[in-house]
């Protein structure tokens, strides 16, 4: 190619030039202005060995465009593409800037085209509103699997108390409805439901009926487990977990081949139904993020500008984030922040309006389908009239110190034991850990009434206010009610709300070493259920203790202007609200997104100040106790590459000091103009890494580019299909410039790979601080750059040696990261 067309930039004129291509030679004698120098896609919406198309025109249209050809463009000729370049490796880091620059030049290829023909305006439109489409039919989809993982959860939960023999597909709340009978949460039965003991012929009652009862709760239990823990052994290995922390890596850039496929959707849907009726000590609710992300990865192939591009992928799974939290506590707002806080690495504008779009889609078809059965979206939604008192404000913070403290308590609890179950047989035998953890909790949690009930309902129990129609012991008040619509008044607790109290500790314990143990196992298992209900008991049981305490000294200057009446002043419920974020806060370190899936999960909005102190008080303590929260702690467990947008690096490094090779190592890269097809094999057998620099020559080290190993190993199998006289002592050239020296009598044809080079690889000198490296790889979404010295080559720094070194500093092992 002459050097003055190479070199040519937009606007600059040049006449009477030559172009020539290693097969043929082009004189174009003529006046005009180069208008585009670009890289052109014969199909934008795949994957194409690219070109490099160079126009002329007037200005007024009309131009002359001429494509430099290659061997390695012949070599495609038959499928118009070599397929796989353009995609990842499973276990692999995206490079982020390369898929968003692909994507750009497909938007800009379309809309050229669009004035072209109808067809392409249409595809132009279409290719508009796909992101929108695509959204929508995410939203749809989700909404209409959580209502059906609802509905059976419910049922499946209450087939281990007994059955409803008129309507076996009821569950023992429409049982007890068809028959226009009150239930309380404690008995829950009514004549048209029949407990096991009925079923098998004795009482409803007694020491025989307690016995059967408590048997087939335990066989239902295990029964539940095994099917749930053998499906995901059998079939699905991905659908274990909650699956927040391989969501967050996933949408920081890392690849899981399978982790968002049919199968783990098939298989975490039907599991988390089974795992949640086998009274395990888990919700629904972490998991739902997880399917929602399945739905979403699904879909997006519907739309190649998606399915096919794997930066553009991770904006459609944002919005599906959104919509599985939207779904599991009927919080659309709440999901669209929790998505931008928690989960999302990278979330434009546009991402923000579908994620909402699609939460809000998710959220009206689960109300739809209504399966709860009344006009919320969420079991336990509550309404209090009360405001809050100013005082009560430190008894807030007080359950947002004491949440942070049980969350720290939980998060090393859980972490030791799963480095445990790793590095022991344990970790062997999942299906039989399952069936003891389920055994075991089965055995402990039928005797305590507040243990023995689904932990949704027994959230709903703590949260609810006490009137006229409850009859549970935590509302046995010495009361006498006069009129039912009158305020409740203050009154001292009975005897039973004592014995309540005990048990409520008692269930607090047991459900705290539950979770350590059953978070982690091999069946579908979320974490927010659990660590409502902890925090939702120890707010109960600190709500009772300030309602006795207004009661007894009503005339403290703290309570003496609302409750110097003796009205309900304080609600126990809504201590139980605030202790229950702050828990789960403290566990995930959530605080914007908390508050308002709180407030929405309720319908509390008045309580918004309370909610915000314990979500703060919590996650300074949390902070205080341990530097990461439950899903970044399983995230750093794991080994996965993910690089946390919200730690700054603090230490005073360059980047020599972390690049790989060090010093006075030798480096292995390409050169562009005198490797055999032989030598890059040879290369490629010797070492692992994922890409290889090329140089001008081993010599000099001036940097040219960077290719993917990936993307080598595609090329140079595509060309040994499809071309003739290939042999391993065919010249590799990374360059469109011939060999200067003329090709030899009998002398194989060159093998072209520049269309496979990366000619733009971000580069930095050794003296660049480290902390402006960890910004470059976290804002940029880098998989690697290369480290130069006077334009010549030194060496390469990956996310994995970032990471790696960041752990060194931080006096942990860096061999903890696995993946690249």
């Known amino acids: 190619m002459a050097e003055p067309w190479q070199n040519s930039a937009n606007g600059n004129q040049h006449r009477g030039f030559s172009m020539s291509s290693d097969d043929d030679m082009i004189d174009i004698t003529t006046t005009g202005t180069v208008t585009e120098r670009s890289i052109h896609y014969d199909d934008p919406g795949t994957s194409h060995l690219p070109g490099v198309t160079y126009c002329m025109g007037d200005g007024e249209g009309e131009s002359l465009c001429y494509q430099r050809t290659s061997i390695l463009q012949h070599v495609a000729a038959d499928g118009d593409e070599i397929p796989g370049i353009g995609q990842y490796e499973d276990f692999h880091t995206i490079d982020w800037q390369r898929d968003i620059a692909r994507d750009r030049m497909r938007h800009r290829y379309i809309v050229k085209r669009r004035q072209n023909s109808l067809f392409d305006l249409v595809k132009g439109a279409h290719d508009a ?62 004549s048209d439901w029949l407990t096991w003991s009925e079923v098998l012929g004795q009482s409803r009652t007694g020491a025989g009926a307690y016995i059967i009862s408590y048997l087939m709760y335990i066989a239902w239990a295990l029964l539940f487990a095994s099917l749930a823990a053998s499906l995901v052994r059998m079939f699905a290995p991905y659908a274990c977990g909650s699956g927040i922390p391989e969501i967050k890596t996933i949408l920081s850039g890392f690849i899981i081949r399978g982790y968002l496929g049919k199968w783990t959707l098939i298989i975490k849907s039907v599991g988390i139904m089974l795992s949640v009726s ?37 904006e459609i799974l944002s919005a599906a984030a959104a919509a599985g939290v939207s779904v599991a506590f009927g919080a659309p707002i709440g999901g669209v922040l929790f998505s931008l806080e928690e989960v999302s690495y990278y979330f434009p504008l546009k991402t923000l ?62 972490l030791y034991w ?3 179950r790793k590095t022991s047989k344990l970790g062997q035998y999942p299906v039989t850990e399952v069936l003891i953890v389920t055994a075991v909790t089965a055995v402990l949690a039928y005797p305590n009434p507040y243990t023995r009930m689904s932990t949704s309902e027994l959230i709903y129990l703590l949260f609810r206010k006490c009137g006229v129609t409850n009859t549970d012991d935590l509302c046995d008040y010495n009361r006498n009610f006069t009129d039912v619509k009158s305020a409740v008044d203050l009154a001292s607790a009975g005897p039973k709300v004592y014995r309540a109290m005990w048990l409520l500790v008692l269930a607090l314990i047991f459900k705290l070493l539950a979770t350590v143990f059953t978070f982690g196992i091999k069946v579908p298992c979320g974490l927010f259920i659990p660590s409502l209900c902890l925090g939702a008991i120890v707010g109960r049981i600190v709500g009772i203790g300030m309602e006795q305490l207004a009661f007894n000294y009503p005339h403290i200057w703290v309570f003496s202007g609302e409750c110097s009446t003796m009205k309900d002043c304080i609600t126990p419920g809504l201590y139980a609200m605030v202790g229950a974020a702050a828990v789960l806060g403290g566990v995930t370190r959530m605080t914007v997104s908390l508050v308002v899936v709180m407030f929405e999960l309720t319908g509390g909005v008045r309580y918004i100040v309370p909610l915000m102190a314990a979500a703060m008080a919590s996650k300074w303590v949390g902070d205080a106790l ?84 990936r ?110």
């Open 278 to 314: 086998a009274g395990l000590s888990l919700g629904k609710e972490g998991p739902m993020v997880h399917i929602a992300c399945c739905i979403g990865n699904i879909l997006s192939y519907l739309f190649p500008k998606y399915g096919r591009n794997e930066a553009k992928k991770r």
């Open 129 to 190: 509103w796909s992101g929108w489409v695509c959204v929508l039919l995410v939203g749809l989809t989700t909404g209409v699997v959580a209502g059906v993982i609802d509905i059976g959860a419910s049922w499946m939960s209450d087939l281990k108390y007994g059955i409803c023999p008129s309507r076996f597909w009821f569950n023992r709340e429409q049982c007890c409805w068809s028959s226009n009978e009150t239930t309380s949460f404690e008995t829950g039965n009514c």
């Open 353 to 414: 309006w579908r994620s909402f779009f699609c939460a809000l889609v998710a959220a009206f078809v689960l109300h739809s389908i209504n399966p709860f059965g009344n006009e919320h979206s969420v079991l336990f939604f509550v309404e209090y009239n009360n405001p809050w008192i100013f005082f009560e404000l430190v008894p807030f913070v007080g359950l947002g110190i004491i949440g942070g403290v049980i969350a720290a308590i939980f998060i090393r609890a859980n």
């Open 626 to 709: 341990g530097s990461h929260g439950v899903y970044d702690a399983h995230i750093n467990l794991n080994g996965y590459p993910f690089l946390d947008s919200k730690e700054e690096f603090a230490h005073t490094s360059l980047a020599a000091d972390v690049m790989q090779p060090k010093r006075n190592e030798t480096l292995s890269v390409l050169t562009q103009d005198s490797m055999t097809v032989e030598d890059v094999e040879t290369l490629m057998k010797e070492t692992e890494h994922n890409g290889f620099p090329v140089v001008v020559s081993r010599e000099s080290q001036y940097l040219v580019g960077f290719v993917l190993r």
């Open 418 to 420: 799963c480095k445990y």
């Open 711 to 820: 993307d080598l190993n595609l090329a140079l199998a595509q060309a040994r299909r499809a071309v003739e006289g290939l042999r391993p002592s065919s010249l590799v050239l990374f360059t469109s410039n011939s060999p200067q020296q003329p090709p030899q009598p009998g002398t194989p044809a060159p093998l072209l790979l520049k269309n496979i080079l990366d000619m733009a690889p971000i580069t930095i000198t050794d003296q660049t601080p480290m902390e402006t490296v960890v910004d470059m790889f976290r804002k940029l979404g880098l998989r690697q750059t290369l480290v130069t010295h006077n334009g010549r080559l030194l060496g390469v720094i990956t996310k994995k040696d970032v990471l790696r070194y960041v752990k060194q500093l931080d006096n942990e092992d860096p061999n903890s990261v696995l993946f690249n």
